[in-house]
């Protein structure tokens, strides 16, 4: 069953795996700040990463995003400046591998293009 539980009720195994109590995690695990804020919203299957991952500043600007797959990261992902301003676009393929990345300085000049 699919739940939304937080990041303080869970724990790894010796594989690096999310368990709440005895069960794999599937579903959404939440993380918040020591105010209580979200600053992070990542999805589990069976334990392991897999769907949308979030992640934002306590002030409540997207920080990062993206999509895994068993625990690799695939698509389109996208940091953020504290500012707002994007910071990185990377792109992966199915294996988890970059094939495209960008980057910018705080004020929005690409610094890098690979």
């Known amino acids: 069953m699919k739940k939304r539980i937080e990041h303080k009720d869970t724990h790894r195994d010796k594989d690096a795996r999310l368990h709440c109590g005895d069960e794999l995690v599937t579903g959404e ?13 990542i ?15 306590p002030d409540g600007t997207k920080k990062k995003e993206g999509q895994t797959r068993r625990g690799l990261a695939v698509g389109a992902w ?3 400046h504290p500012n707002g301003q994007l910071a990185e676009h990377t792109v992966f393929d199915d294996r988890g591998m970059p094939v495209r990345r960008q ?5 929005g000049n690409l ?4």
């Open 29 to 41: 695990v939440v993380s918040r700040d020591h105010e209580g804020r979200v600053i992070a919203l």
């Open 43 to 57: 999805s589990y299957v069976e334990g392991v990463p897999s769907g949308p991952h979030v992640r934002w500043y």
């Open 78 to 80: 996208r940091k953020w």
């Open 103 to 107: 980057a910018w300085d705080r004020e």
């Open 111 to 114: 610094t890098e293009d690979e």
